[in-house]
């Protein structure tokens, strides 16, 4: 239980392009989902805490109109990095919470972006 | 903000060999827990602590949430070759808002034939 899937899993496009990642909760209702980011060989950083039906929260530093984040049901969030440029390439991962929030994050895959 | 310092930063061992890591927190958590990620992909829940004192294994694995409830440590025990990845521990505190984890830098384990 508590799959979490997220995607895509890599992807590559030039300087400029809108990027659109998606994050599902597969077996379970998430009524919070994170947005980590991590540079290689380097820790998972927050980006942003999005709750089902309302306005993401961003961390310090983190663009909010840069990196456009909905949650519009129980089991999806989405996370599109806009006019994306080479220094947005990383590896971006979400994490969802059940409804029981238990503090345990279940975390996708990951997408890895690279741009061009 | 919370700031989780974990060591060591990499291991180089041989297999069979135990591993211990650890994490201290300038602050005070809720739930510590411990996950493993290999290259590519996202992190897997290996331990979650949720009572200062509480001491949890799972096979190989034994975690214990201090009783500061600000550290918190990781031990891996006759060490395989697919214990080979980053091990990061996490903490979180529950009110306040629905915070995201805290991630401490991550323990590369590196065992050697």
């Known amino acids: 239980g508590a799959v979490v899937s997220q995607h895509p899993s890599w992807v590559i496009c030039k300087s400029g392009t809108s990027v659109k990642i998606e994050c599902r909760s597969l077996d379970f209702q998430a009524t919070t989902m994170f947005w980590y980011r991590q540079f290689p060989k380097q820790s998972l950083m927050l980006m942003a805490t999005?709750?089902?039906?309302?306005?993401?929260?961003?961390e310090q530093g983190v663009e909010k109109d840069k990196f456009l984040i909905n949650h519009a049901s129980l089991t999806l969030s989405t996370l599109t990095v806009t006019s994306a440029h080479p220094e947005d390439s990383s590896f971006y991962i979400c994490?969802?919470?059940?409804?029981?929030?238990?503090?345990?994050?279940?975390f996708g895959d990951g997408t890895r972006l690279s741009i061009l | 903000g919370q700031q989780l310092n974990q060591s060591p930063q990499s291991m180089f061992i041989q297999e069979g060999e135990d591993v211990s890591m650890n994490c201290t927190s300038s602050s005070i958590f809720n739930t510590w827990l411990w996950y493993k990620q290999d290259p590519g992909e996202g992190p897997v829940l290996l331990i979650a602590?949720?009572?200062?004192?509480e001491l949890t294994s799972n096979g190989r694995l034994t975690a214990q949430f201090g009783i500061t409830r600000k550290d918190s440590f990781l031990n891996i025990s006759a060490s395989i070759p697919s214990d080979v990845g980053i091990y990061f521990c996490a903490g979180y505190s529950s009110g306040g808002g629905a915070d995201g984890l805290t991630f401490g830098k991550g323990t590369h384990l590196i065992i050697q034939p």
């Open positions: 994490s969802a919470r059940s409804v029981t929030g238990d503090g345990r994050g279940h």
């Open positions: 602590l949720y009572k200062a004192g």
């Open positions: 999005s709750n089902e039906g309302s306005k993401a929260t961003y």
